[in-house]
Every structure is written in C-alpha cells, then in structure tokens.
C-alpha cells in the first residue's frame, strides 16, 4: 500500500470516530447512572470525592478513577453536558488510534485499518463515548496495557525496558480504574504464559505490574465485598446466566440500539417483539456465525507467517480467558453481566477480526473466494454498527432516561402550592437541571415513618400539600410497584400521568 493512501485513509477512519463521538453529544439528557457519575465528582476537593466513593458500599466504589478525573475536567470545561461527556468521547477517539497502532505493530498496515475501522464505527463504543461513566476511560487504558504489552510480543531488537516499565504502569492505573480490569491483566498475563512459555520473559514482564497494582489489589481483598459479595449494592441479575451471555455478546458486536429497544424486552409481549424483529436478528446470527467459524479455520490452518498466528493465538486466548473469569465473577457476585461489565472483551475481539480474511491468502491462491466471505461478513458487522449508531442518535425509542424533559414539565406546570417528589431516581440530576423543590423521598424515610404507608409517606413529607407530583426513574424495578397505586388511594386522587423514557409522573390532589 502506498505511504500516501495509507496515511489518507488513517485520517478518514480518525475523522468518523470523532464525528460519530461527538455527533449530537448533548442531544439527550443525561441518565441515571450519569446522575451517579455527577454525584461523585461533585465535591470540592479531589480527597472529599476520593473520600466519598471509597465509604459507599457500591459498585462504583470498585472504579474510583474515572471520578477523579472527572472531577478535574469539570473544574476546566464546566458543567454542560456537551463538556461533561466529551471526556469520554476524547477517550473514545484515543482508543481508536491506539488500536490502530497496536495492529500496525503485532500485524502491519491493513489489519491495523481494518481492527481501527471496526472500533470506530462500533455502536458499543460509540455509545459509551458519548456516556459521562468509566467505560470509555477503561477501553482506553486497557487498550494502552495491550499496546505497551505487544513489544512482549513481536520480534524486535529494540530496548523494550521503557514498554515493560509502561505496561506495568497503566496495568496498575488499570487497576485503580475497575476491578474488571484485573480480570483483563489475569487473562493477558495467563495467555502470555500458555501461548509463549518463556519463563524469563514472563518474569521480565509481570514483576513491575505486580509491584505497581499491589495497592488496589490489596485494597479489594481487604473490602467487605471480597467475603461477602452480596454487601455491595449492584443491579443483580433475574435472567438465566445463558441470556446475559448472549446479550453481552450482541452488546459488544452491535450494540443495544440495533435490535428491539431494551425497554419492549421488558414486557410480557417480549417473545412477540424479538419475532417483529427477526430479520435483524437472523443477520446478526448468520454475520458473527461466519466471523466465528472463519476465525477457527485461520487459527487451526498452518501459516508461512507464524508470527501471525502466533498473535492470534495470543488474542483468542485473551478473549477466551477473559470471558471465562468474567463469568465467574459474575456467577460470584451475581451481578447483572451486561455488556458495559465486558468492555475489555471487544478488545482482543476487533483486533482478531480482520485475521478471518487477512493473512492467509494470497489473490492467486485458489481459496481466495473463500477468503472473501468473512471479508464481506466484516463489511455487513460494520454496516450493522453504522445502522445501530443512526438509531441510536436519531430514533427516541433508543434514548436514555429523560431526566430533562420531566424538569421542564414539572417547572412549568407545578405552582407554588404544588409538591413533587422522587421516589425512584437521581435527586442529583433533578437538581442539575434547575429543579431543587423536589423532595427525594428516601431522605424523608425515618425509623418512624417505616411502618407507614407510601400515602402517608408523601403525605408527611410533602406537608400535606393539596396537589402532589409523585416521580419514578425505571419504576420497574420498584419493589412496591403493585402496591403504590392503591395506597396512595388511601389519600389521593389520581388526576394524570405524564411519560417519557424510562420516566414516568403521576399527579395526584388530596382527597377532601
């Protein structure tokens, strides 16, 4: 390939990720688990953030660094939502030219533009790009950890003192960031082992990112969560652990925004709206079906380049490891797997890709044709991405939780006798977007108010306020669901209710 076209289509593929990343960047509200990334960088310090994530007993508490950061880059670029998720889509753009330079190193130039391509048209990615949570800033660091950890990797005469010590360094950093990274180090580290069984480069290697992650893995082994998993407050998983697997999978490859919206699946129609939507679902299945079985045939066929194959057995081995510890995890933890909790999976996942079609063939060769079908099934893996990221943007069936549009309604309808209040949400989003009259119910619930009824809890806590706007953020997954209705019967009469995504307010007036 020609230096000149190389570097031409490096910079399309670099242009179309940071479009697709800060395409209509604040077009949508920020959402609850953004309200919670608010909630802790909102402190005055970076101690009394550091201070206010590690004495909470949830999962955040796990992934401090993101909030650190955070915390600084509000403090530069302010407090829009165009600034507080643009941290994420930088990282987003940053992951793609890291990728891209990491399959220019283990593979040459056109599996670099292949493996770069698909991550940065990927809907997975795009979506937490544009996500003020962890999930951009962990691709990110795991992808540097892979990109120092391939001079490991490849055949070069080259000091590789400063990649170990670097390795080592962001391993380390990783760590800090999630404890889901040290999942993705244990598998890198276990597929080190098992592909290049070099006992002294194994050493040479791992020493410095032991010593430099001995902190934080000392801190999770010492938390109350590591002998009791169920002290950590995280959304515990009601689905056969089969269904996770599989959503995680169709997660990473093309995003939620492809398929039915997450919010149908919830209803009891649900087989129902799946079978409306078979024809993107058979694509789905016949495309990674032929990415999967072309990937088995490249890694069991002999090649001329065995450094190739070499790293493809390393990647696969990454991605295998990786998958099953995450698996244990969460049957340990019973956390709900999605896949925002596999991130690191889509990494070695993109990067082994384009060794379906690249490498093995020669265009004289007589499989060349056969060569071509996990090429065009690539093709289709993007066009699938591009389709789910239009969704994503443009269909309100696909949009995050409507935190703004409820504000508005409620500071332009609410009077001054009227009371609002949360029962299920973010109060800390109610308030970023202008709202500091709503009462957050859970605040008001004291030891003698729990055995009353949620009536009279909104009753008391709204001083018997003749008209009541009672919120809920998701109410599905509230445990008083059935019962709210009838016993805010007791009191009120329903006068209306008002939705919008994953939002719900019902009007209530105090019976005379």
Not at 23 to 28: A, I, K, P, S, V
Not at 128 to 143: E, G, K, M, N, V
Not at 231 to 240: E, K, W, Y
Not at 429 to 447: A, N, Q, V
Request: a positive charge; glycine letters at 4%; one cysteine or more.
């Amino acid at each position: 390939m020609k230096q000149s076209k190389y570097y031409f289509i490096a910079f399309i593929i670099i242009t179309i990720s940071i479009f697709l990343r800060f395409f209509l960047l604040q077009n949508q509200s920020l959402w609850f688990d953004e309200g919670w990334s608010l909630q802790l960088s909102n402190g005055g310090s970076v101690q009394e953030n550091l201070l206010k994530i590690i004495t909470i007993e949830a999962g955040d508490k796990y992934q401090p660094l993101y909030y650190l950061v955070l915390f600084y880059w509000r403090s530069v670029f302010g407090d829009s939502e165009f600034a507080i998720r643009s941290l994420s889509s930088l990282l987003g753009v940053g992951s793609v030219i890291t990728i891209f330079f990491t399959c220019l190193r283990v593979y040459g130039k056109k599996h670099a533009l292949w493996s770069s391509t698909i991550l940065a048209v990927s809907s997975f990615s795009v979506f937490y790009s544009q996500d003020a949570r962890p999930y951009a800033l962990l691709i990110f660091i795991t992808l540097l950890q892979i990109y120092f950890f391939s001079y490991a990797i490849t055949v070069d005469k080259s000091n590789k003192i400063i990649p170990q010590l670097l390795f080592g360094i962001f391993t380390a950093i990783g760590s800090f960031a999630s404890i889901l990274t040290i999942i993705f180090s244990s598998a890198i580290f276990l597929s080190h082992a098992i592909v290049y069984r070099n006992l002294k480069e194994l050493i040479r290697w791992w020493i410095p990112p032991l010593v430099f992650a001995s902190p934080m893995l000392w801190l999770y082994l010492s938390s109350p969560a590591a002998s009791n998993p169920a002290a950590t407050i995280v959304t515990r998983s009601g689905l056969p652990i089969i269904t996770n697997i599989m959503f995680v999978i169709y997660g990473i490859l093309v995003g939620t925004s492809y398929g039915p919206p997450l919010e149908k699946l919830r209803d009891q129609e649900k087989i129902n709206v799946l079978l409306g939507y078979w024809p993107h679902l058979l694509i789905f299945i016949i495309t990674t079906g032929i990415i999967f079985i072309a990937l088995v045939r490249t890694l069991i066929r002999q090649r001329k380049k065995k450094r190739y194959q070499e790293a493809d057995y390393f990647f696969t081995s990454v991605l295998a490891i990786s998958f099953l510890l995450l698996l244990i995890f969460a049957l340990g933890t019973k956390i709900n797997l999605l896949p925002r909790h596999s991130f690191f999976l889509c990494i070695p996942l993109f990067i082994l890709i384009p060794s379906t079609f690249l490498h093995n063939y020669q265009r004289k060769n007589q499989l060349y044709i056969a060569s071509q079908v996990p090429k065009l099934a690539t093709v289709s893996l993007l066009l699938m991405n591009l389709y789910s990221n239009w969704q994503y943007y443009l269909n309100p069936a696909y949009a995050k939780d409507d935190y703004r549009s409820a504000v508005r309604y409620l500071i332009k309808t609410r009077n001054t006798s009227a009371k609002s209040v949360l029962l299920l949400g973010q109060d800390t989003l109610f308030r970023y977007y202008g709202d500091s009259s709503t009462i957050y119910l859970p605040d008001y619930i004291r030891k003698d108010m729990k055995e009353k009824n949620i009536g009279e809890q909104v009753n008391i806590a709204t001083k018997n306020a003749d008209t009541v706007y009672v919120i809920f953020n998701r109410e599905y997954y509230w445990k008083d669901k059935d019962v709210f209705k009838v016993e805010m019967n007791d009191l009120y009469k329903l006068e209306g209710e008002n939705d919008w995504n994953y939002m719900k307010i019902y009007r209530f007036t105090r019976k005379k």
